[in-house]
């Protein structure tokens, strides 16, 4: 999706892997900009869990994608979308896909944010199908790069070594 389709800045927080300081940098950055919106996006896997633990995000996806917006598992306590709320994101969404449902998934997302001034999305699959007028990445000197990382990294604007 190219970001003038959209109607709305973008700028995408990829990261080297799980738990390398994605969310807290968008805490940050969401802290400075007003009136901008988040989306959690999250690639399900099957047979393995890429954060190491299973989470229970890829267990129960039936279709291929879903947008949750129930403010009640939104603003649950500890999830990356409760963090965006806190840090003042006006809106905050969770797209859950199967990784044959992402590109349909973020082009049927992305209207939801109309009327925003911006969309903070954090994920690293969803360059793959976005174009955003900025594009961060996160990781550590240690970092091991997880496959979806290797291929972003071409479409990066800056990179963060934490």
Excluded at 59 to 77: G, P, R
Aim: hydrophobic content about 40%.
């Amino acid at each position: 999706m190219n970001r003038r389709m959209s109607g709305v800045k973008i700028i995408t927080i990829s990261g080297a892997h799980s738990g390398v300081g994605k969310t807290t940098l968008a805490e940050m950055l969401l802290k400075k900009l007003k009136k901008w919106s988040a989306l959690k996006v999250t690639v399900s896997h099957t047979g393995f869990c890429p954060k190491g633990k299973p989470c229970g995000a890829c267990d129960d996806l039936k279709a291929k994608f879903c947008i949750v917006s129930d403010e009640k598992i939104i603003t649950e306590a500890g999830k990356d979308t409760a963090r965006f709320k806190a840090s003042g994101a006006e809106k905050a969404l969770w797209l859950r896909a199967k990784p044959e449902g992402l590109k349909e998934g973020i082009r049927k997302v992305i209207p939801r944010f109309r009327g925003a001034k911006g969309i903070l999305i954090e994920g690293t699959s969803v360059l793959k199908y976005l174009d955003p007028d900025l594009a961060i990445f996160v990781k550590r000197k240690d970092s091991i790069l997880k496959p979806s990382a290797k291929s972003a990294l071409k479409k990066m604007d800056l990179i963060i070594d934490l």
